[in-house]
């Protein structure tokens, strides 16, 4: 599978922004796809994840702010994609977030595949 991960850059506090990712490389309508971000100096965590049956799950810190969705469900070799839309943001959501794909959805998540990052930015 791969990812490419698009739509960031520089937002003010209470802005919106809604990052995109397209992937392609396998049946695309069996894959989970999901968010993390990683913030300077901190580990990588968790955001959002849309599985095959459009269950979703958010962390806490960023529900009923965030949104994920997801379009196509076409065979292999066919780009389909999946969106982070971003409201109501905060300095502490500055980050680096990375499309992330698996085959199963858990707690905790560890995607298999990754795609590069694309940074957000939120400052006055």
């Known amino acids: 599978v791969q990812l490419q991960a698009s739509g960031g850059g520089l937002v003010q506090p209470g802005g919106s922004l809604t990052l995109s990712c397209a992937a392609s490389?396998?049946?695309?309508?069996?894959?989970?796809m999901g968010w993390f971000r990683q913030a300077p100096g901190k580990e990588r965590e968790f955001v959002a994840a849309k599985t095959w049956r459009n269950v979703t799950e958010y962390s806490d810190s960023v529900k009923g702010r965030f949104t994920i969705s997801r379009e196509g469900a076409s065979g292999d070799g066919v780009k389909n994609m999946a969106y982070l839309q971003m409201r109501n943001l905060k300095p502490e959501d500055t980050a680096v977030y990375y499309c992330v794909s698996d085959v199963r959805y858990r707690t905790p998540w560890n995607p298999m595949y990754w795609g590069q990052g694309t940074l957000v930015t939120v400052s006055s």
């Open positions: 490389g396998r049946a695309f309508g069996s894959l989970v």
